[in-house]
């Protein structure tokens, strides 16, 4: 008798499971249409996601979806993203627009956020000036988790022994209320905690001491998948807490050639590890509609290898959205072809290097979101880079028409060559 009820059991769920998937295969997929809100024009290749299902539109901005979830997520590059709830899905007229948008970012550091003059100090310019998104650290740059992270390996590395953003939810509805662009900083393969906490995937010298950089700190091991998915981890937490953007830095190799690694130290390994980790992270984000973006070095502009450290142009540009290259002046110590004192020529340095980048890579300049320097010299003459010089990047990346740009100070400390601009067009960010 229990075996019957068994196969009457067994042949019901059977029976269920085809009804479920035979009306899912009557079910109409989702059609619709994507265009610019100011120009009425269709954005072509505008992403529309609905689960882990993900398309792109067409010349003519139209899609076609069918997949599992709730709403639409929608974004193209320039524009800001959107999340259509289902419920509202008209399918007899479903016209979608996205309103142009260019981020130009100031920078909070770890620190920088909790402190509520620093803080503060951005937010009056963004109210006065041009600027109009925060890029905010969200793991800083000694491996610090500045939020209260519910990831168990964050706790037990000490990662979260200091929170400097006591509610991520409500700054982020904070922020958003002010017309802010969000941007969560994750610093990745530069990680004390992780690799002091957790030795076995420590960076190790030949001698097999834990290797240690410049400033003293460890690094974990770039192929390890464990070390991939805690950061992959952390920034699925910010893109649940509405972040418009995640943004890794240190995604790459240290630049020394004293760590031993577990497979050759070959361009080839260092390039499948860096991309690998930005592609596993892109499948991850997919459910999110959330942008993603890269910090990579100045010369990756100009070097056709990955320059040492797992980065290069052309893999990259195929797992990023934007890729942030960081075209201070001062990190260009070799200067470029015509300019071997980069700090006395900061226009120059910021627009022949995109102008590279974008020949080399075959990308829209909409691709590229550079970040600028705003802090004193440190590699050649020690120089304060005040208004002349920043306007003069700013100016250059605008010239090019990069999707808009970011400046940097490890102080936070902005103002000079910012201008007092109203928001119009594609300065507006309305979340």
Same mark, same amino acid.
């Given at each position: 008798m229990k075996s019957l009820n068994r196969r009457v059991s067994l042949l019901f769920l059977l029976l269920l499971w085809s009804i479920s998937n035979s009306v899912s295969a009557l079910t109409p997929p989702y059609v619709g249409t994507v265009l610019d809100a100011e120009t009425r024009k269709p954005i072509e290749n505008a992403f529309v996601t609905l689960g882990a299902?993900?398309?792109?539109?067409?010349?003519?901005g139209r899609?076609?979806?069918?997949?599992?979830?709730?709403?639409?997520?929608?974004?193209?590059?320039?524009?800001?993203?959107?999340?259509?709830?289902?419920?509202?899905?008209?399918? +007899?007229?479903?016209?979608?627009?996205?309103?142009?948008?260019?981020?130009?970012?100031?920078?909070?550091?770890?620190?920088?956020?909790?402190?509520?003059?620093?803080?503060?100090?951005?937010?009056?310019?963004?109210?006065?000036?041009? !600027?109009?998104?925060l890029v905010i650290d969200l793991?800083?740059?000694?491996?610090?988790?500045?939020?209260?992270?519910v990831i168990p390996l964050a706790t037990q590395i000490g990662a979260r022994k200091i929170t400097t953003i006591k509610d991520i939810d409500a700054l982020v509805n904070e922020l958003h209320a002010r017309?802010?662009?969000?941007?969560?900083?994750?610093?990745?393969?530069?990680?004390?905690?992780?690799?002091?906490?957790?030795?076995?995937?420590?960076?190790?010298?030949?001698?097999?001491?834990?290797?240690?950089?410049?400033?003293?700190?460890?690094?974990?091991?770039?192929?390890?998948?464990t070390v991939w998915n805690y950061n992959i981890d952390l920034a699925e937490e910010a893109a649940r807490a509405?972040?418009?953007?995640?943004?890794?830095?240190?995604?790459?190799?240290? +630049?020394?050639?004293?760590?031993?690694?577990?497979?050759?130290?070959?361009e080839e390994n260092r390039v499948e590890a860096i991309t690998g980790f930005l592609a596993s992270a892109r499948k991850r984000l997919v459910p999110y509609n959330v942008?993603?973006?890269?910090?990579?070095?100045?010369?990756?502009?100009?070097?056709?290898?990955?320059?040492?450290?797992?980065?290069?142009?052309?893999?990259?540009?195929?797992v990023l959205d934007y890729l942030s290259l960081m075209l201070y002046p001062s990190g260009f110590?070799?200067?470029?072809?015509?300019?071997?004192?980069? !700090?006395?020529?900061?226009?120059?340095?910021v627009l022949l290097s995109l102008e590279r980048a974008q020949q080399r890579s075959g990308l829209p300049a909409l691709r590229f979101r550079p970040w600028l320097q705003a802090f004193r010299d440190y590699a050649f003459d020690r120089r304060w880079f005040r208004t002349p010089q920043i306007r003069a990047q700013?100016?250059?990346?605008?010239?090019?028409?990069?999707?808009?740009?970011?400046?940097?100070?490890?102080?936070?400390?902005?103002?000079?060559g910012l201008q007092d601009q109203p928001n119009s067009g594609r300065n507006v960010f309305t979340p």
């Open positions: 299902t993900v398309v792109r539109t067409d010349p003519n899609f076609t979806i069918d997949g599992r979830g709730e709403q639409l997520g929608i974004r193209a590059y320039g524009h800001v993203r959107r999340e259509i709830p289902l419920v509202n899905f008209n399918r +007899d007229r479903s016209v979608f627009t996205l309103s142009p948008f260019i981020p130009k970012a100031l920078y909070l550091s770890f620190y920088g956020v909790g402190d509520k003059r620093l803080r503060q100090s951005a937010l009056g310019l963004i109210q006065h000036t041009q !600027v109009n998104a793991k800083g740059d000694r491996g610090d988790v500045s939020f209260k992270s017309g802010i662009y969000l941007i969560g900083r994750i610093v990745v393969f530069k990680d004390d905690p992780l690799a002091k906490a957790r030795p076995d995937l420590a960076l190790r010298t030949a001698e097999g001491a834990i290797w240690k950089d410049r400033e003293g700190l460890s690094w974990p091991d770039p192929f390890n998948k509405g972040f418009d953007e995640i943004q890794f830095d240190y995604v790459r190799f240290p +630049d020394s050639m004293e760590p031993v690694y577990p497979v050759p130290n070959t942008f993603l973006a890269a910090d990579i070095f100045g010369y990756v502009a100009w070097n056709t290898d990955d320059t040492h450290i797992g980065q290069k142009l052309q893999n990259l540009a195929e110590k070799f200067g470029i072809p015509g300019y071997l004192d980069p !700090v006395q020529h900061p226009r120059e340095i700013i100016e250059a990346a605008e010239h090019f028409g990069s999707d808009g740009w970011m400046l940097w100070n490890p102080h936070n400390l902005y103002g000079d």
